[in-house]
């Protein structure tokens, strides 16, 4: 009896993961609202500041979070397709500084091309994922769709106290990173069966990782901004907390973690095609980077780390916190600070 070739996931999906998103531009441009609208009156975060969630007031004292999010394969294997999918997905409350409460699925699947049984193993490996965050994944909605696709959407709470903002950055503020860069590159390097077992295990585990320590950090009053790096890229995600204020951020690129080994791909010219579209959003105002640091910096991610805002006070705490929390090894340092501005809205330095 002949040996079948394995089923490779990405290979049937034209992006990845959140490389998959709309251009930032492009996006700006559908969301913009020609019609004048009175705001509804209980809602606390829409997407005027392109925060990572939706908060809603329910009038008792606690707020109520609302997110979706889904992609195409980013991996081959469909446990650790739905594991990545969640963690993405639930990742958008812990940003807000909220808990997540419960989550349903979205699930897209070309049922002639693809057996029914791997989209029940993404279904599993979203469980797991929710299981961790100590949340049901109680329900969903399914098409049979050209390309496989899949997410969730999210039911998280908070409090005006918790509540964190991806535009509250205030001057002197530090900024953190949690997880390394460059999972985009590793992705499109094992989508071209071009990376290394080492590698894509390692880009695997960072991108199933829930970044619950946002609910730490919500606790933390000087904790002013926070978001998560997903596939607008460091400097995208960077450019949306500073917004139209009067503030600038100084990035300190050798200090920024990376991912192992990523100059043996960018050296053979492999990125996601996302990268130069999220420069092309970000240029104007940046100053002038070099191959690596556009490389890295605009590398669209997918269920990367959180970017937080600290008070410069609060450097050793917060050090602390990411040291008993198993992220010593990569947020040991800021990777940067928010200054007055200046001619350009980030310099890398």
Not at 194 to 209: F, G, N, P, R, V
Not at 290 to 298: D, E, G, M, V, Y
Request: aromatic letters at 6%; proline letters at 5%.
């Amino acid at each position: 009896m002949l040996e079948t070739e394995p089923i490779r996931l990405t290979q049937f999906s034209k992006a990845a993961g959140c490389g998959c998103k709309i251009a930032p531009d492009v996006l700006k441009s559908i969301l913009h609202e020609d019609d004048e609208f009175t705001p509804h009156p209980h809602l606390v975060v829409g997407n005027n500041t392109s925060d990572d969630a939706a908060v809603y007031d329910s009038g008792n004292g606690e707020l109520i979070i609302s997110t979706v999010d889904f992609f195409m394969p980013v991996v081959d294997d469909a446990y650790n397709f739905g594991r990545i999918s969640a963690s993405n997905a639930i990742s958008d409350v812990y940003a807000m500084g909220g808990s997540p409460l419960m989550a349903v699925a979205i699930l897209g699947w070309p049922i002639e091309k693809l057996p029914a049984s791997l989209a029940k193993e993404v279904l599993n490996g979203a469980r797991f994922i929710c299981r961790m965050a100590g949340i049901p994944l109680a329900g969903g909605h399914s098409v049979d769709s050209q390309e496989p696709i899949f997410g969730l959407c999210v039911t998280g709470k908070t409090t005006y106290q918790r509540l964190k903002r991806n535009n509250t950055i205030q001057e002197g503020d530090l900024l953190f990173l949690t997880k390394p860069l460059g999972l985009g590159i590793v992705n499109t390097a094992a989508k071209r069966s071009l990376a290394s077992l080492e590698d894509m295990q390692t880009a695997t585990s960072y991108m199933c990782a829930l970044n619950k320590i946002g609910e730490t950090f919500s606790m933390i009053e000087g904790v002013h901004a926070m978001t998560d790096v997903t596939g607008f890229g460091l400097l995208g995600h960077l450019k949306e907390m500073i917004g139209n204020s009067e503030l600038a951020a100084e990035v300190f690129f050798d200090d920024i973690p990376l991912l192992p080994n990523l100059n043996v791909y960018l050296d053979q010219f492999i990125y996601p095609d996302m990268t130069t579209r999220n420069f092309s959003a970000v240029s104007a105002d940046t100053t002038s980077l070099s191959a690596k640091q556009l490389f890295t910096l605009c590398d669209p991610q997918t269920s990367g780390g959180l970017l937080i805002a600290v008070h410069p006070d609060l450097k050793n705490e917060i050090k602390h916190i990411v040291s008993e929390a198993g992220y010593g090894a990569i947020c040991d340092k800021p990777i940067g600070r928010i200054t007055a501005r200046g001619e350009k809205k980030m310099v890398v330095i």
